[in-house]
Every structure is written in structure tokens, then in C-alpha cells.
């Protein structure tokens, strides 16, 4: 196998199996039809029963990128503000612009982790429209425990929507899907946004869904257009939800090739942000993204470092030895006794 060029989109590197393309020839006979609304109904059905809530409180997406979008429309008026960590999901901002909104951008902490103290005490100065908190971050792969994340939304006001964008949660074996839903149907503020293209592999189908509390789920319907999620995209969600073992056999898999990754990297002299999600970070180093890239991987890029996705072993072997010619192994990184443990 050989290396993919292309470590900066976050995918899955497993491609589907036999047991996920059964149902597509009798779908695939179909796609003259618009999509009927029984698979939406039984993928609704199971995302409720995973995550302990009701089919009611659920929304489905053509991607949690198109939910996100649904939250912007439903909250944000023209002139209101809109509070995220920066730098994180590239189109926070630009869901905001689209709104007319004002962006109230955040810093990391020193740690590269969401600043939730300094979100609550804008959430009660400034009262903003919406806040979005993502979880594990994005770039840093910082992961948030539930006892925070509760602590957070309990400071603030009602009135303010908060934004729980769980892209990568599954990538973090510590992560509790229902302590996350649980929070969201039980705050009238609270929405949460999960994604079927990160750890589900199905990044070409675009599925996804938020879960929320009444109030919530009927502005986001209100906004919703019809037929915007595929029969096909709902009978391969289903299918991957069900198929539990494959799908945690590769959630392991990818961890220990994140561990192996990152000590590779550690190893070359550079620092890393112990990760979360499906990626890793290498913090500062403005030259590394580009000797990356001269070399062949594309990587992601943003004001706090060079994330790289974590893909096959093929990739990772390219990424190390590139970081062997960046940097001579054992040189010590700057502060990297910040980003450990």
C-alpha cells in the first residue's frame, strides 16, 4: 500500500466492506426516487436507542456540517454574536459571516485546550446568540471530560444556545456518547452534533445529526429543506452502527497507530499534543507544513501548528521519515512537557 498524499481532511483510512454495501444495489436501483423517509426513520431510530434518547430528539444532516449550518440559521440574527475557540472548525466563521453575525474569537489556553472559563464569562458579559464548543478540539485534539463540559453550560444563561460538536468523539476511548446526549435533551440551550464521516468512514455519503432538547429540535426542522439526506447514506449509517465490532476493531487500530505516530514524532525531536481524535498536532514549527508538503503529504495548517490525519501505517512511515530530514531525532522541543500527559 502506498502512502496517501492527502493528511489533511481527517478521514477514515479503511475503505467500506462487504457487509456495508449489501443493501446499495437495491438502493442504487431507486436513485431516480427521491428519498422516501422510512431509512431516515430507521436511522433515526438507532441513533436514539445508541445514545439513550428519543427518535424526537434527533436531527438528521447531509453531514454535521450541514447541521452546524441548520444551528447558525436557527440562532444567530444578523448582529448577534457568536463565541468559539480560535483556531478551530473553519467554518464557525464563516456560518457566522454567512448570518451576518459578529465572530467573538477565543485563544487556546496554553495548553492548546478550549478556553471554557473565558467562553462563560463572555456567555454572561456579552450574552452571544450562540457558543460552539468542539469536543475533542480541532486542531488540537484536546479532549474535555463530561464533569467540564457540564460545568461549563450550567454558567451559562439559558438564552444562549451552546454548540457541542462531537466530530471526533468516537476516536477518544474515554468519551461517553450518552453523558453528552443526556446533557443536550436535558438543557434547553444545549444541541450536540455528531458526524458519520469521521470515525464511520462514510465521509462521500454526507450523514450526520445533532441531538437536542424540544425548543431546539423544532427551529432546526423549521430551517431544514426536504431530501437532503440519501437513502443511501442512511442505510450505510445504519449498517455501520450495528456492525459494532468492525467498527471498534478499527477504533483501536487507529489509536495505536496514533500512539505509534506520535512517539515517532516525539522521537524526531519535535513536540506533540497527546490527541484525542484522528489526527495529531506538532505545535509552532512554521517551516515543518512545508517540508511536508514538498515532499508529497498535504497536511493542515493553522496559527498554532501542522495537524497531521492519522492514516495507514504507509502514511505514517512517510510522515516520520520526512520528520527525520525536518529535524535530527532526540533534538529537544521547545515546551513539550505542555502538550503531555
Not at 465572530?103 to 489556553?109: D, I
Request: contains cysteine.
Amino acid at each position: 500500500m502506498t502512502p496517501s498524499a492527502r493528511l489533511d481532511r481527517n478521514e477514515l483510512p479503511f475503505p467500506p466492506d462487504a457487509v456495508l454495501l449489501g443493501p446499495w444495489e437495491e438502493l442504487l436501483r431507486q436513485v431516480n426516487r427521491y428519498p422516501s423517509g422510512a431509512w431516515q426513520a430507521r436511522l433515526t431510530e438507532l441513533v436514539a436507542e445508541c445514545n439513550g434518547c428519543r427518535p424526537v430528539d434527533v436531527v438528521l444532516g447531509a453531514g454535521s456540517s450541514r447541521v452546524l449550518d441548520l444551528i447558525w440559521r436557527a440562532a444567530v440574527a444578523q448582529g448577534a454574536k457568536v463565541a468559539y475557540a480560535a483556531p478551530g472548525f473553519e467554518m464557525y466563521p464563516i456560518y457566522t459571516r454567512q448570518q451576518r453575525g459578529v465572530a467573538v474569537e477565543v485563544p487556546l489556553t496554553a495548553e492548546l485546550g478550549t478556553d471554557f472559563t473565558r467562553l462563560a464569562e463572555i456567555a454572561v458579559a456579552e450574552r452571544p446568540a450562540l457558543i460552539a464548543v468542539i469536543n475533542p478540539h480541532s486542531p488540537s485534539g484536546r479532549r474535555a471530560g463530561p464533569g467540564e463540559l457540564a460545568e461549563f453550560v450550567a454558567r451559562v444563561p439559558e438564552e444562549v444556545v451552546v454548540v457541542i460538536d462531537e466530530a471526533y468523539r468516537e476516536f477518544d476511548e474515554n468519551a461517553d456518547p450518552r453523558s453528552s446526549a443526556e446533557l443536550a435533551t436535558s438543557r434547553p440551550n444545549v444541541v450536540v452534533t455528531r458526524t458519520f464521516s469521521k470515525a464511520y468512514g462514510l465521509a462521500g455519503l454526507r450523514i450526520g445529526y445533532a441531538i437536542a432538547g424540544p425548543r431546539l429540535v423544532a427551529e432546526l426542522n423549521a430551517c431544514s429543506m426536504p431530501f437532503t439526506v440519501s437513502d443511501l447514506a442512511c442505510a450505510a449509517a445504519i449498517e455501520t452502527l450495528r456492525d459494532t465490532g468492525q467498527h471498534e476493531a478499527r477504533m483501536t487500530a487507529l489509536r495505536a497507530e496514533r500512539a505509534w505516530l506520535t512517539a515517532g514524532l516525539r522521537a524526531c525531536g519535535l513536540a506533540v499534543v497527546d490527541s484525542a481524535a484522528n489526527f495529531v498536532l506538532v505545535p509552532g514549527e512554521p517551516g515543518f507544513a512545508e517540508h511536508l508538503r514538498e515532499g508529497g503529504l498535504t497536511v493542515s495548517t493553522s496559527a498554532v501548528g501542522t495537524r497531521i490525519t492519522v492514516g495507514t501505517r504507509d502514511d505514517s512511515v512517510a510522515v516520520l521519515e520526512a520528520a527525520r530530514e525536518y529535524r535530527r531525532p532526540n533534538e529537544p522541543a521547545v515546551a513539550a512537557d505542555l502538550f503531555t500527559g
